[in-house]
């Protein structure tokens, strides 16, 4: 329920005319999921799950296909889950957090036999199980931050035009994610990204990147 709330407040109100009802059929490469628009057009809705009924916001529209935003879930998926991070949803960093880890395999599996059928032309491509990782959580040992106006470290957005400022992030390893939380800037920096990556004995490297010398 949260973030269903927490979607409806991020996503602006527009007039009736580009609200739609649809079904969601799958998962697509890129972390959407797609459906069908009356006239048969592809719609694209980030946060979606197979099998949803979703009220959503076109927010572009082009002669073959859709992109919207969910709006509302008026039937959600009985393998919807609540999100371990509470900026999934606005962050834009993470697509399948609605899903527990093995559903998530199952449908990563299910992209790529897609991707090898429809792109690579390969009929009933041969995809074995995948491999689960030992690690799900705190497994990447590099990460770039973007700052906000404020000097607030964040990530891009959702949409792609902003930056989200986070308090936790559950991706990076945890020397990293003991360091990022110390790093302040003030409203006037001229950094725009800062990157940590993680060696061997707990070594760090900091960059900053500014475009001014």
Not at 7 to 21: V, W
Not at 49 to 74: C, D, N
Not at 163 to 173: A, F, G, K
Not at 181 to 208: H, M, P, T, Y
Request: glycine residues 8%.
């Amino acid at each position: 329920m949260e973030f269903f709330l927490r979607l409806l407040y991020n996503f602006n109100m527009t007039s009736p005319s580009s609200i739609i009802d649809i079904r969601l059929d799958k998962l697509t490469y890129g972390g959407d999921a797609m459906g069908r628009l009356p006239d048969g057009r592809a719609v694209f809705v980030p946060f979606g799950l197979p099998g949803e009924r979703v009220r959503v916001r076109l927010t572009e529209e082009k002669s073959g296909f859709a992109r919207g935003e969910i709006i509302g879930i008026t039937e959600a998926s009985q393998e919807r889950i609540q999100p371990k991070c509470p900026h999934f949803g606005t962050c834009g960093g993470c697509h399948y957090q609605n899903l527990s880890y093995e559903k998530q395999l199952a449908a990563k599996r299910e992209i790529l036999r897609d991707q090898l059928a429809r792109i690579g032309k390969i009929e009933k491509p041969p995809v074995s199980e995948v491999v689960a990782s030992p690690h799900p959580w705190n497994y990447r040992n590099h990460v770039q931050f973007h700052l906000t106006k404020e000097g607030k470290l964040g990530y891009v957005n959702a949409r792609g035009n902003g930056v989200v400022p986070i308090s936790e992030c559950h991706l990076p390893e945890t020397n990293i994610n003991i360091f990022w939380r110390d790093i302040q800037f003030e409203s006037n920096a001229e950094v725009k990204r800062v990157s940590l990556r993680a060696g061997e004995e707990d070594e760090l490297l900091l960059i900053l990147e500014s475009d001014s010398p």
